[in-house]
Each structure stands twice: as C-alpha cells, then as structure tokens.
C-alpha cells in the first residue's frame, strides 16, 4: 500500500517559518518526481515546488526565492522549508509523487498552514 504523509504544518506569524516533511512508503521513492502543492479555500490546487529525478528544483513565481524544496531519497522524504511566510501562503500543503513511465500518481492528505498577521 502506498502512503505519503505530511507533516509538520501549523500556525504561524507573518515573517516566520515552517519546514514541512512528506514521507512515501510502498514506493521506490527515488523512482518518482516529487512535487508540493497548496489549496486555499475557494481556490485552485496549485503547484509551489518540484523536483524531477536528478533534476533541479523548481518553484512558483509567489514562493521563489522564500520556499526550498529538498528530497532525501534514503529516507523517501521531501522536504519544503518555508521562510518569510505571509498570509497568501495559508493553505493546505499536499505532497505528491509521479513517475511517469508507469502513470503512477500519489497524493498526500494534507497538512495545514495557517499564517497570521
């Protein structure tokens, strides 16, 4: 069974910080690209940022330069440290997982990030 789990979500002020952590299990982690993506309410699922195996990250416009994605691969986790957070920022945060030869496709359950003025 195939699971990604978020963690690491929570409430916090303007201009702070937040690290997020997914980590995948019934999958060979390395095989996949990776992604985040957030959901504010009434909004679209966008994509923040993405690693494609071996490759180098990308990142939205509203997040570059303030958001790092990062994958550990022994550890099957991808990571997303998140700086100078600001209220557009709040949103659920989920993780994903693809490979595209196989059109396996893997999402998250979520993790909040509420920031406050």
Known sequence: QVQLVESGGGLVQAGGSLKLSCGASGI????????????????????????????SPIYADSV??????SRNNAAQTVYLQMN?????????????????????????QGTQVTVSS
Do not use: M
């Open 28 to 55: 060979l982690f390395s095989a996949y690209n990776v992604a985040w993506y957030r959901q504010a309410p009434g909004k679209q699922r966008d994509l923040v940022a993405g690693i494609i195996r071996g490759g």
């Open 64 to 69: 570059e330069g303030r958001f790092t994605i």
């Open 84 to 108: 100078n957070l600001q209220r557009e920022d709040t949103a659920v945060y989920y993780c994903q997982a693809d490979r595209p030869e196989t059109r396996a496709h893997y999402w998250g």
